[in-house]
T-cell receptor, first 119, second 112 residues
Framework: GAVVSQHPSWVICKSGTSVKIECRSL??????MFWYRQFPKQSLMLMAT?????????EQGVEKDKFLINHASLTLSTLTVTSAHPEDSSFYIC???????????????FGPGTRLTVL | KNQVEQSPQSLIILEGKNCTLQ??????????LRWYKQDTGRGPVSLTI?????NTKSNGRYTATLDADTKQSSLHITASQLSDSASYIC???????????FGAGTTVTVRA
């Protein structure tokens, strides 16, 4: 149980285009989903937190107009990188936190990540 | 500021040998500590989770310890295998904040 998927697993796009990444909780309902980015040999950095049906909360320094997050249902959140540039190339990972009562540790379950390369 | 520091940054061990990774944290008030294994190009996978009252927890050849008084944790890998080559990340959560505090990770390379 507690499986989180991401799609696509990798994407290559041209500079200036927009890319959408999906994060799904496959076997549980996620009230909260988190989006991280990870640069090579570095740890995960939280970009934003999204709660189902409400606006995402962005971390300091993360441009909300650049990284659009939508959490339309309890099993799906999307991250859209708008007008992508080479510096946006990174590994994007989502995680999902299950509804209360499903985990005594309030655990976040991580997706497999999406490798974005902007040419 | 909540911080998590891991050491060493990287290590190389021979297949079959044991190794121990360290994690020090300043997260307060402490809720729980997790160790994750992250293979290259993949998302983190949970190995162990420990709360304040737990001193040790095992998951196969992985054994984690926690000293909540000194705010230190270790992850011991026994009889390493080539598949253990990965980054191991220590993650600590606070009782008051849903955000996780991540260590920078220790990159383990197991060689035949």
């Amino acid at each position: 149980g507690a499986v989180v998927s991401q799609h696509p697993s990798w994407v290559i796009c041209k500079s200036g285009t927009s890319v959408k990444i999906e994060c799904r909780s496959l076997d549980f309902q996620a009230t909260t989903m988190f989006w991280y980015r990870q640069f090579p040999k570095q740890s995960l950095m939280l970009m934003a937190t999204s709660n189902e049906g409400s606006k995402a909360t962005y971390e300091q320094g993360v441009e909300k107009d650049k990284f659009l997050i939508n959490h339309a249902s309890l099993t799906l959140s999307t991250l859209t990188v708008t007008s992508a540039h080479p510096e946006d190339s990174s590994f994007y990972i989502c995680s999902a936190r299950a509804r209360s009562g499903t985990s005594s540790y309030n655990e976040q379950f991580f997706g497999p990540g999406t490798r974005l390369t902007v040419l | 500021k909540n911080q998590v520091e891991q050491s060493p940054q990287s290590l190389i061990i021979l297949e079959g040998k044991n190794c121990t990774l360290q994690c020090n944290y300043t997260v307060s008030p402490f809720s729980n500590l997790r160790w994750y294994k992250q293979d290259t190009g993949r998302g983190p996978v949970s190995l162990t989770i420990m709360t304040f009252s737990e001193n040790t927890k095992s998951n196969g050849r992985y054994t984690a310890t926690l000293d909540a008084d000194t705010k230190q944790s270790s992850l011991h890998i026994t009889a390493s295998q080539l598949s253990d080559s990965a980054s191991y990340i220590c993650v600590v959560s606070s009782q008051y904040d849903y955000k996780l505090s991540f260590g920078a990770g220790t990159t383990v390379t197991v060689r035949a």
